[in-house]
């Protein structure tokens, strides 16, 4: 796919077939992830990659939770059984880094940055992703919960992202004209 194309045609994909991810697709995507940018070339990040369905849902569960204690007022939305938060993804990568108060900042830098080369290898092959900003909150505020699915003593999470194929192709997207504040010349 032509590179271009596949940065405009990407989309964050909330709906998914039941299908399960091809272990070799996983794994070159994990590839494109380790070749991002990373500050000083400590390539900090660590995946941990969920298929069960029941540490998935374990997970949704507990961030509907995070949500409605932390943000009441938009709490209601997450009042429902429906997977809100993972869309009933059959896969969830949570991308960690070793707890280092010293590097916090670049770790979670390096982790978006494998993020995205991670959401454009998937649109290359024909699989959906989208960021799970919710997780973030559990994360923020419940880690211990994040532990309870899996994260190892000495890591934690900086981002997570759900991986499937798309059950719809997502409309096409819109973005504003790139605003140049000032070119200095
Ligand atoms: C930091 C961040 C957090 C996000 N969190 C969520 C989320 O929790 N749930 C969700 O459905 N989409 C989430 N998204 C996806 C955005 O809603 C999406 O990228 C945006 O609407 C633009 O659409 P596009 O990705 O299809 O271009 C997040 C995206 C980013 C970058």
């Not at 938009?74 to 590097?103: H, Q, S």
Request: aromatic letters at 8%.
């Amino acid at each position: 796919m032509e590179l271009d194309y596949c940065i405009k045609d990407r989309r964050s994909v909330r709906t998914f077939k039941e299908e399960s991810v091809p272990k070799e697709k996983i794994e070159s995507i994990l590839e494109a992830g380790i070749w991002a940018a990373t500050g000083m070339n400590r390539q900090p990040w660590r995946f941990i990659v969920i298929e069960d369905k029941n540490v998935i849902k374990f997970i949704s569960d507990e961030t509907k939770k995070a949500v409605r204690e932390a943000m009441p007022a938009i709490g209601k939305r997450f009042e429902t059984n429906e997977d809100v938060i993972c869309y009933n993804a059959p896969m969830l990568i949570l991308i960690c880094t070793e707890v280092d108060k010293n590097f916090g900042n670049l770790n979670l830098r390096d982790s978006v940055l494998a993020a995205q080369n991670m959401f454009l290898k998937a649109h290359e092959l024909g699989l959906g992703t989208c960021y799970m900003g919710w997780i973030d909150l559990l994360n923020q505020n419940r880690p211990e919960i994040l532990k309870k699915a899996g994260i190892p003593d000495g890591y934690e999470m900086q981002v997570s992202l759900i991986l499937g194929y798309p059950k719809n192709k997502p409309g096409s997207g819109k973005r504003n004209k790139a605003n140049v504040l000032k070119w200095v010349k």
